[in-house]
C-alpha cells in the first residue's frame, strides 16, 4: 500500500507531498473515466493514493489536536458554558441555531449536513438553519483563553472542516444581495458565484444553510428581461448545477424552490446552446431523486428535452439524453415523453447514427412502453437496431438494440419475417445468445424461442 512517506512535523514537505498524490490520483481517474474497460489496476493505485491522502489528513488532525488537549490539560478545567453540547470541547466559533442554543460551528454545521433538522440538545424541529455568531461567548471564551495562556484563531482566518472562513460566509451574503442590484452588479456577482460554487464545497453547503439563498441567486431571472443578457443567464443556471451537485440535500431544495423548475426549463427552452447544455445537466442531477423526477416530469421538463436533442447540438445532446433517461425511469414519465415524440425524435438520430452510445439507452428504456414499441415498428426500427448489432463492438449497444427487439418480437407478430431473414442471412441473434452480456444471452434466447415456437405452430397447423 502506497505511504505517505512524510517526516511527522514538517507540513511543508506533507503539503508537497499531498498536491504530488493529487496530482497523480488526477491522471489515474482521468485514465479510468476515459477507458472504456475497467483498469483494476489503475482503480488499485488510486485506492492507494487516496489511503496515502487519508492517512495524511488524520495525522494532522491528531497533531493538532494533541497540541490543543495539551494546551487545555495545563490551563485547567474548561467551564462548562465554553464547550459545544456536541464535541463536548471548547468552542473555536460560537454560534447560536434557531432553538436559542449554543454550538461549534463545525460540529452543529455537520449536524445540519447530515440532514439533520433539529437541535440536538432540546430536540426541538428548526424553523431555518440559520447560524448567527454569538460574540458574547467568545468574547467570554477569548478571556479566559488569555487568562490561561491559550491562543484560540481568530474567527475571521478560522478555517473549518472544507476550508471556509468567517469572512468568506460574509462575502457569500454580499454576493447574493448583489443578485438585486443594478445589472453591472448582478452579472459582476453571479460570475463569482459561479467560480466559488464550482470550486468550493462549503459553499456549496451554505445555500442549504441561508434562508432564500437560491430565491436571491434567481432573481435576475425573473424579470423577463434575461434574454438579453446571456452572460448573466449561463452563469445563473451554471451555478444552481453546481449546487445540485452537491448532495442529496441540496437536489430536493432546489426542485422545491416554486421558481426553480419553471426556470431550468424555460433555459433549456430560450437560452445560449452552453446555458441549454447546462439547465439540461441541472435537471439530469435533479432527478437522480424520485421525488424530482415526478416533479420534473409534472412541470413539463421533457418536451424541451426532446427538442433540444432534435437540434442534435453536440455539446448539448449528451445532457438533453440523460436528462431524458433519467426522468424515464418512472413510468408515467415514460408515458410522457412517448407522447412528446421522444421515440420519433431518438430513432431518427440513430438511424442517422448521431451519438449511437448516448441514445441507445433512453430509447431501451422507452421499449417498456406498449406505445413505444408499436412507433418503433411503424418506423422501420428493426433493420435498423441489427444493422448497430453488425457494425458495433460495444457490448452495451448490442445489449440495447437486442433488448428492443426482443420487446418488438413479443409484441408485434408482424415483425417476425424480417429477424427470421436477418437470422438466416446473418445469424445475428444467435450471435448475441452466444457472445453477449449475461442480459443480452437471455433476450436473444427468448427472440429464438419465440420464432421457432411461431414456426413449429404453423408446421402443426
Known amino acids: 500500500m502506497a505511504k505517505s512517506g512524510v517526516i511527522e512535523g514538517d507540513p511543508a514537505a506533507a503539503a508537497v507531498k499531498a498536491a504530488e498524490l ?14 472504456e474497460d475497467v483498469n483494476l489496476d489503475a482503480v488499485e493505485r488510486a485506492y492507494q493514493m487516496l489511503v496515502a491522502l487519508k492517512e495524511m489528513k488524520l495525522k494532522k488532525t491528531v497533531s493538532l489536536k494533541l497540541r490543543t488537549d495539551r494546551e487545555l490539560a495545563s490551563a485547567g478545567t474548561v467551564p462548562e458554558e465554553f464547550k459545544c453540547p456536541l464535541s463536548m470541547e471548547l468552542m473555536r466559533d460560537p454560534v447560536i441555531i434557531d432553538s436559542g442554543q449554543t454550538y461549534d460551528r463545525p460540529f ?60 468568506d460566509r460574509e462575502h457569500f451574503l454580499s454576493l447574493l444581495n448583489r443578485m438585486s442590484s443594478a445589472l453591472s452588479e448582478q452579472k459582476e456577482a453571479a460570475k463569482e458565484l459561479r467560480r466559488l460554487t464550482r470550486k468550493t464545497a462549503s459553499v456549496r453547503a451554505l ?83 424520485d421525488s424530482n423526477k415526478a416533479l420534473l416530469g409534472k412541470s413539463g421538463a421533457l418536451k424541451p428535452l426532446i427538442e433540444l436533442l432534435r437540434e442534435g447540438h453536440p455539446a448539448a445532446m449528451n445532457d438533453a439524453a440523460s436528462a431524458i433517461f433519467n426522468l424515464c425511469i ?91 431473414e436477418e437470422e438466416s442471412m446473418h445469424r445475428t441473434i444467435s450471435q448475441v445468445a452466444h457472445n453477449g452480456t449475461s442480459r443480452a444471452q437471455r433476450k436473444a434466447r427468448g427472440i429464438l424461442e419465440r420464432l421457432n415456437k411461431s414456426v413449429n405452430v404453423t408446421h402443426t397447423a
Not at 342 to 347: C, G, P, R
Request: glycine share 4%; with cysteine; net charge neutral.
Open 22 to 35: 493529487k496530482k497523480e490520483l488526477l491522471k489515474l481517474v482521468k485514465a479510468i473515466v476515459d477507458e
Open 108 to 167: 452543529i454545521q455537520k449536524w445540519l449536513k447530515s440532514g439533520n433538522r433539529t437541535c440536538p440538545k432540546t430536540q426541538q424541529v428548526l424553523t431555518h438553519t440559520t447560524l448567527a455568531p454569538n460574540h458574547l461567548i467568545r468574547e467570554m471564551i477569548t478571556k479566559w483563553c488569555n487568562k490561561h495562556g491559550i491562543k484560540l484563531p481568530d474567527p475571521i482566518n478560522y478555517t473549518y472542516e472544507e476550508g471556509f472562513a468567517e469572512s
Open 207 to 289: 445555500f442549504a444553510e441561508t434562508p432564500n439563498a437560491i430565491p436571491q441567486l434567481l432573481a435576475p431571472l425573473s424579470n423577463g428581461t434575461i434574454g438579453a443578457h446571456p452572460d448573466l443567464h449561463e452563469d445563473i443556471i451554471t451555478s444552481v448545477l453546481n449546487i445540485a451537485i452537491h448532495d442529496d440535500n441540496n437536489k430536493k431544495l432546489v426542485a422545491e424552490t416554486p421558481a426553480a423548475i419553471p426556470l431550468l426549463i424555460d433555459a433549456v427552452k430560450n437560452g445560449s446552446i452552453e446555458t441549454r447544455s447546462n439547465a439540461a445537466a441541472t435537471i439530469f442531477t435533479l432527478s437522480a431523486l
Open 330 to 420: 418512472l413510468h408515467e414519465n415514460k408515458v410522457r415523453a412517448v407522447r412528446d415524440g421522444a421515440v420519433v425524435v431518438i430513432l431518427e438520430k440513430i438511424k442517422n447514427r448521431a451519438r449511437v452510445d448516448i441514445l441507445l439507452p433512453p430509447l431501451a428504456l422507452l421499449s417498456t412502453n406498449q406505445k413505444c414499441v408499436e412507433e418503433m415498428g411503424d418506423l422501420e426500427a428493426v433493420p435498423c437496431l441489427f444493422e448497430i448489432i453488425r457494425e458495433t463492438t460495444c457490448d452495451r449497444n448490442k445489449e440495447n438494440c437486442i433488448a428492443m427487439l426482443h420487446a418488438i418480437c413479443f409484441s408485434d407478430r408482424s415483425k417476425w419475417k424480417a429477424m427470421r
